[in-house]
């Protein structure tokens, strides 16, 4: 078994992510243990009024679940807001961008898989 949490995994704090407003915090749990396609899983919270920046992904697809907290994502040209428990994918080609709207801390996991050639 393979076990990774907050005792395990320093939190980072990043300012901008992705040309983004704000800071974000940041756990990678797991990175370099996958056998699969899978790039990693990471916890992030982003604070009110902080966001991750309209980025583009090539070769990848990211699948966002939100588990606390309210904001906007924007996925190509559509916006929508987004609560916890809704679940995004951003396909290779795709951009995205996430803001948190709310007053709260906006918690929220990302997984990326590689896609395989």
């Known amino acids: 078994m393979i076990k990774k949490g907050h ?9 901008g992510s992705h040309g983004g407003e704000g800071p974000c915090f940041v756990r990678t749990l797991m990175q370099t243990e ?3 396609s899978l790039a990693y899983i ?3 919270v982003l604070p009110p009024n902080s966001s991750i920046g309209f980025h583009k992904h090539e070769g990848d697809e990211e699948l966002y679940y939100i588990v606390s907290g309210n904001g906007v994502m924007t996925v190509d040209h ?3 807001l987004v609560c916890p428990g809704d679940a995004i994918l951003t396909k290779s080609g795709s951009s995205h961008g ?3 709207t ?3 801390d906006l918690k929220f996991f990302v997984v ?3 896609l395989r050639s």
Do not use: T, Y
């Open 7 to 15: 005792q395990e995994v320093e939190e980072i704090r990043a300012e």
């Open 34 to 36: 996958f056998d699969s």
């Open 42 to 44: 990471r916890e992030i």
């Open 78 to 80: 559509e916006k929508q």
């Open 98 to 100: 996430l803001k948190n």
């Open 102 to 104: 709310g007053g709260n």
């Open 112 to 114: 990326c898989c590689k």
